[in-house]
């Protein structure tokens, strides 16, 4: 493990970043979301739109399934040829739709082939003001800034070996003066901490299993760190292939780790009531209850419950109220408690989910392959409020959340749907 110096500066810078991150949502600067659990503030979200009712709708070039992220008045997402030649930023204007750059940010000789599930531009990016973090996994990770679209730094040495027909798809995070990231890789495995001013490497740490036993495709995930309490500090923790590690943020040492099954894990844990709630494995999904405030090896000692039956394989978890709501990639959606994991419902939605939920105003939304999004009540009990559909082939990435409006991502466009004025208001508009 690698590490610098300035301890208590940065201890100081990572917990007041989470504070103010969770306290108030100023942009949604990362996957997820200000807390990264898919919660918003806003309470005039729409509830029932379709493609007629959006405000702008605006066509991205080539391919991406990266989330979009909102600071200011920009939007950014990233996107790549088919072929992984060319890795592209995006950034539109969030009131108008018009493109403001579209930087070519890396050229890639020769990309390993990956799945038409998957592209070369996965990776959500991370924004704060003056900086967005672009990420492409092994091809490379850069700092733009969003006024000029000059590109800051890079780097391209973090290579791993995503697996043929694998690519991309683990996105980072800013914690304090640090920018974040998991490399789980069939050759490498470990976690990251680059200077955000400059792209130094402030930490690294490796993956603390011996994976040299584990087949090559099992040491895989895909997987992104939350930043959580641990007493009166924070901890950094996600999943990994075979493994979920929990890290102290400002030093990259590891506090705590558990044994798992799994591998080519994607979904983003969330915490809750004391609580870590993590989707372990891709095949055979479980969802587990973990207190995350142990120490070494905590396997056998801190975990609460197991779910093992109708659990995501894409989706993140999302946690309201005491209350986890989930669904899975064949549209199982089910509602959990938090403390118990007894199960309140279980209902079919239509169609297939990879995007996560989002939680707004007593509302969960689940926005579908299909780029039909489901509307639920956040309770114990199962009500659909709304149905709503656009004119896409495929919506893979979770939309970003912009005061009343949602930002929503598809395989062709990008929309911003907002909620219509009332009949009254529009035709005192008219006059």
């Keep these: 493990m690698k590490r610098t110096r300035g301890g ?9 970043g989470a504070a103010g991150l969770t306290a108030k949502e100023d942009a949604w600067w990362q996957f997820r979301g200000p807390a990264g659990n898919g919660h918003s503030e806003a309470t005039t979200l729409p509830i029932e739109w379709k493609e007629s009712d959006v405000t702008w709708k605006t066509q991205i070039h080539d391919r991406g399934w990266s989330s979009p992220v909102v600071w200011g008045n920009q939007v950014w997402i990233t996107t ?4 992984g030649g060319k890795l592209f930023a995006v950034c539109v204007d ?44 092994t091809y490379g990770t850069a700092c733009i800034d969003t006024r000029t679209g000059a590109i800051l730094w890079e780097r391209r040495d973090l290579k791993c070996d995503h697996e043929k027909g694998a690519g991309p798809a683990s996105s980072p995070t800013l914690v304090g003066d640090y920018l974040v990231f ?25 993956r603390s299993i011996d994976y040299s036993t584990i ?46 099954r799994g591998w080519s894990i994607a979904p983003r844990p969330v915490y809750g009531d004391g609580l870590l709630f993590a ?17 070494g090896d905590v396997t056998d000692s801190h975990i609460v419950w197991r779910e093992t039956k109708r659990m995501p394989e894409r989706s993140s978890p999302l946690f309201v109220n005491g209350l986890l709501f989930v669904v899975t990639r064949n549209g199982i959606a089910s509602c959990l ?24 105003n007593g509302l969960i939304y689940f926005f579908g392959e299909d780029s039909v999004c489901t509307v639920i009540s956040a309770s114990r009990d199962f009500e659909i409020l709304s149905t709503n559909s656009l004119d896409e082939e495929q919506l893979m990435a979770t939309p970003a959340v912009d005061g009343a409006a949602f930002i929503v991502r598809t395989e062709k466009h990008l929309y911003r749907l907002a909620r219509l004025p009332t009949t009254k208001a529009r035709k005192e508009s008219r006059k």
């Design 8 to 16: 208590l500066h940065l201890l100081l810078a990572v917990l007041a």
């Design 80 to 83: 790549a040829t088919k072929d």
């Design 94 to 137: 969030k009131d108008t739709g018009k493109i403001v750059h579209d930087i070519h940010v890396f050229g890639v000789a020769s990309a390993m082939l990956i799945t038409s599930a998957n592209t070369y531009a996965t990776p959500t990016c991370a924004i704060e003001e003056g900086r967005v973090y672009v990420h492409y996994g």
């Design 182 to 206: 998991h490399v789980d890789g069939r050759d490498a495995q470990y976690v990251i901490a680059l200077q955000k001013r400059t792209g130094e490497t402030a930490w690294r740490t490796d």
């Design 215 to 260: 087949p090559v495709h099992h040491r895989k995930a895909y997987g992104m760190p939350v930043l959580i309490p641990r007493g009166k500090k924070t901890q950094l923790v996600g999943v990994g292939g075979r493994g979920l590690f929990s890290y102290d943020p400002v030093t990259g040492k590891e506090l705590w780790k558990m044994r798992h």
């Design 279 to 295: 989707l372990i494995d891709r095949d055979d999904p479980e969802l587990w209850a973990i207190r995350p405030d142990g120490t």
């Design 337 to 360: 408690e938090g403390p118990t994991g007894k199960v309140c419902w279980q209902n079919r939605l239509k169609g297939a989910y990879s995007a996560s939920p989002i939680y707004a």
